[in-house]
């Protein structure tokens, strides 16, 4: 069982928007930066959302994060077939001394 | 363009020691605020957080596994080095290595990662 909190599954259809939770407490969301991961099926992950909210070059817009006391979040808007994924949280954990993941969230795209 | 490959045995035998290479390109881990982790991913399964070594040698291990992981760094070579003892059917997994990059006094994020290495424990 993971540290960090997320659904198991989310889901939407096509230009919906969706978000995904991730919640922890103050040893790690709290106290330290998120980080979102997208990994499709098969691949590697890759990086989504850096510094709860920044974006690396060549991630679209649609994709966006927050965070707010021990929670976070993943925003996806206008989604696409391809969004289709698996996405993980993962942040600093001061208790731990080290990086933590979310469980994963599968989203499926309707 | 920054790069990672993972280098390494795909099948282990139990109780044997596992060793895992890390060869990275377009970077150095000599910079300031640069990272190499390891990660893994049990097949269906989530992704966990294995160990991490930074730019000035300073190294972080996963709690539950710290006795029997070592990560060392190579900087000539441009290669990070993981080594997991008394290995496991339980260790069975897609082993990854990534580069991070520390934005805080904890807070490190991975930006690059390598294709991964599936590694299967079984006599």
């Known amino acids: 069982q993971s540290v960090l909190t997320q659904p198991p599954s989310a889901s939407g259809t096509p230009g919906q928007r969706v978000t995904i939770s991730c919640s922890g407490s103050?040893?790690?969301?709290?106290?330290?930066?998120v980080n979102w991961y997208q990994q499709l099926p098969g691949t590697a992950p890759k990086l989504l959302i850096y510094?709860?909210?920044q974006r690396p070059s060549g991630v679209p817009d649609r994709f966006s994060g927050s965070k707010s006391g021990t929670s976070a979040s993943l925003a996806i808007s206008g989604l696409q077939s391809e969004d289709e994924s698996d996405y993980y949280c993962?942040?600093?954990?001061?208790?731990?001394?080290?990086?933590?993941f979310g469980g994963g969230t599968k989203l499926t795209v309707l | 363009q920054v790069t990672l490959r993972e280098s390494g045995p795909a099948l282990v035998k139990p109780t044997q020691t596992l060793t895992l290479t890390c060869t990275f390109s377009?970077?150095?881990?000599?910079?300031?605020?640069?990272?190499v982790s390891w990660i893994r991913q049990p097949p269906g399964k989530a992704l966990e957080w294995l160990a991490l070594?930074?730019?000035?040698?300073?190294?972080f291990y996963s709690t539950s596994l710290k006795t029997r992981l070592t990560i060392s760094k190579d900087t000539s070579k441009n290669q990070v080095v993981l080594r997991m003892t008394n290995m496991d059917p339980v260790d069975t997994a897609t082993y990854y290595c990534?580069?991070?990059?520390?934005?805080?006094?904890?807070?490190?994020?991975?930006?690059?990662w390598g294709q991964g290495t599936l590694v299967t424990v079984s006599s």
């Open positions: 990534a580069r991070c990059k520390r934005v805080a006094a904890g807070s490190r994020y991975f930006d690059y």
């Open positions: 377009g970077f150095s881990l000599s910079t300031s605020g640069m990272c």
């Open positions: 070594i930074d730019w000035d040698d300073d190294k």
């Open positions: 103050s040893s790690n969301v709290g106290s330290n930066t």
């Open positions: 510094s709860n909210n």
């Open positions: 993962a942040t600093w954990d001061d208790s731990l001394n080290g990086p933590i």
